[in-house]
């Protein structure tokens, strides 16, 4: 089993850029597609961003395309996500996750990580 620490988060302005980090343990992430997902206050866990395991095929949520980046570095067994242009909407507890394969579905992935905050101020 895979055990997977986001690392990154913080306070930003409107503007600014974030870039989180997803270190994994115990297992090769080489062997998952990962992803990214948020939760917002009051609101259910969404689908942020993915990438297959060949880190050839990235998808992403409408509402941060061309905004955000995933990428994968499998000799350093982390995962990252760029974030440019941040928005207040952008405000959440971050969380990556492994699954067998891309997908925006939260219920396909089977190991996550405790998270990490990321607060936009206006």
């Known amino acids: 089993q895979v055990q997977l620490v986001e690392s990154g988060g913080g306070l930003v302005h409107s503007g600014d850029s974030l870039r989180l980090s997803c270190a994994a343990s115990g297992s090769s992430i080489s062997l998952y597609a990962m992803g990214w997902f948020r939760q917002a206050p009051g609101k259910e866990r969404e689908f942020v961003a993915a990438?297959?395991?060949?880190?050839?095929?990235?998808i992403y949520a409408d509402s941060v395309k061309g905004r955000f980046a995933i990428s994968r570095d499998s000799t350093k067994a982390t995962v990252l996500l760029q974030m440019n242009t941040l928005k207040p909407e952008d405000t959440a507890v971050y969380y990556c996750?492994?699954?067998?394969?891309?997908?925006?579905?939260?219920?396909?992935?089977?190991?996550w990580g405790q998270g990490t905050q990321v607060t936009v101020s206006s």
């Open positions: 990438v297959s395991r060949s880190g050839s095929n990235s």
């Open positions: 996750a492994a699954a067998p394969y891309n997908s925006i579905n939260p219920t396909i992935y089977f190991s």
